[in-house]
């Protein structure tokens, strides 16, 4: 059982938090043995306006779309619609015949990309950045994603994943790991799959038939006096509001977009991500009567396992060296060591976090899901969530 009154200290977390200036307001939502055990808040979602972070509150998930993404691919998957071992190009044309840069310049890739690799981000395609042809070819795409929303020929999730395909990768594929655009093009597989939009896809598997009524590709018009803003640290320590696009995505994010970005794109409520997360610890059904069944058991628990190498782990380690303890595998990192943690934990624990500091665990372990909500720029796993992370697993008796 929950130790309710140890873990009301998270809202002295969340207090101190929005007090210290770091984040401008933030939520948290647990859930542990079939019943919610807290939700906390603090702050506001949009400061100049007075309003108050809250649990109806809509916020950008960013890379916290990439689970749900890795559950419409399993969705395929496990209807024998897709598998782990095809090349991208089976479903992707423009993926054939990959080149890759090596030392001696760019050549061809001794194999292809495959579904596994896009899921392991072991795919060779990275966020960008300049140390070869491949990080400098997706940076420059990143750019024209976000000038594109200026005009009226926005770049589409296909056309998304083409430019990508035209570019080399960054090492072979499966030899090594790097965080990246890989969930974006799974985006653009399950619409060549389906014949349907990414979009729409979600909606039909996921979010109608779970009753995630606040999530989508963007916010409509009744809906944007409850999305949140976003902020930014500046000079000081002080929080001002950041309307730029990322990613591809566009602040406001008041319109339909062309770009279905299945690894940033999303935007929902506490409650909805954690209808989500409840589906995952529940394996596959959401908990309640009449729920209906959303993954296979099996689905789940291959979903939630460590999929990398012993090798790719030390990539994995000595690239994102704030997730020591775990591992990665299906667009989800895995505790698999807690000794090496830097938060209390348990083996099994999985989930992911977002640019904007949005985070969710699942660990079947404890019986236990928690969402944590704030909107500034990068943060990922924050000190603050990392303090929550520890109330929470303290309460547990």
């Not at 690799?117 to 070869?132: I, K, P, Q, V």
Request: with cysteine.
């Amino acid at each position: 059982m929950m130790n309710k009154k140890h873990l009301e200290l998270v809202q002295t977390v969340l207090d101190d938090a929005v007090r210290n200036a770091d984040v401008a307001g933030a939520s948290c939502l647990v859930w542990q043995g079939g019943a919610e055990q807290g939700f906390f808040s603090a702050g506001f979602a949009d400061c100049a306006a007075g309003r108050a972070f809250s649990r109806d509150t809509i916020c950008r998930l960013y890379s916290m779309s990439k689970p749900i993404t890795s559950a419409a691919v399993f969705s395929l998957v496990e209807k024998g619609k897709i598998d782990l071992l095809d090349d991208v190009a089976t479903y992707l044309p423009a993926f054939k015949n990959p080149r890759v840069c090596t030392p001696e310049g760019v050549v061809k890739s001794p194999r292809p990309v495959t579904i596994r690799d896009l899921l392991n981000m072991t795919s060779g395609y990275s966020y960008g950045g300049t140390e070869n042809e491949s990080e400098r070819g997706i940076l420059q795409l990143v750019v024209d994603m976000n000038r594109s929303l200026e005009g009226s020929q926005e770049i589409s999730t296909q056309t998304f994943a083409e430019r990508a395909a035209q570019l080399p990768l960054g090492f072979v594929p499966g030899t090594d790991y790097a965080y990246g655009i890989s969930a974006d093009i799974l985006g653009a597989v399950v619409e060549a799959v389906s014949g349907m939009q990414f979009s729409e896809y979600l909606q039909k598997v996921l979010f109608e038939p779970m009753g995630m009524t606040d999530t989508g590709f963007f916010v409509p018009e009744e809906k944007l006096p409850r999305f949140a803003e976003v902020y930014q640290h500046v000079s000081g320590g002080k929080l001002t509001v950041f309307k730029h696009p990322n990613l591809g995505i566009r602040y406001r994010a008041d319109r339909s977009p062309a770009f279905e970005s299945g690894g940033a794109g999303l935007t929902g409520t506490i409650d909805d991500y954690m209808t989500f997360c409840k589906m995952l610890l529940g394996k596959g059904v959401v908990p309640g009567a009449g729920s209906p069944r959303i993954l296979q058991e099996e689905t789940v628990r291959f979903m939630s396992t460590q999929h990398i190498s012993p090798s790719l782990q030390a990539a994995f380690e000595r690239k994102l060296p704030h997730l020591s303890g775990y591992s990665y595998g299906n667009l989800m990192r895995i505790m698999t060591d807690p000794s090496q943690s830097a938060t209390i934990a348990r083996a099994g624990e999985f989930g992911w976090d977002g640019w904007l500091g949005t985070f969710m665990l699942v660990d079947p372990s404890a019986d236990l899901a928690v969402v944590y909500f704030m909107q500034c720029r990068d943060s990922g796993f924050t000190p603050t969530m990392r303090r929550v992370k520890n109330v929470v697993y303290a309460s547990l008796g």
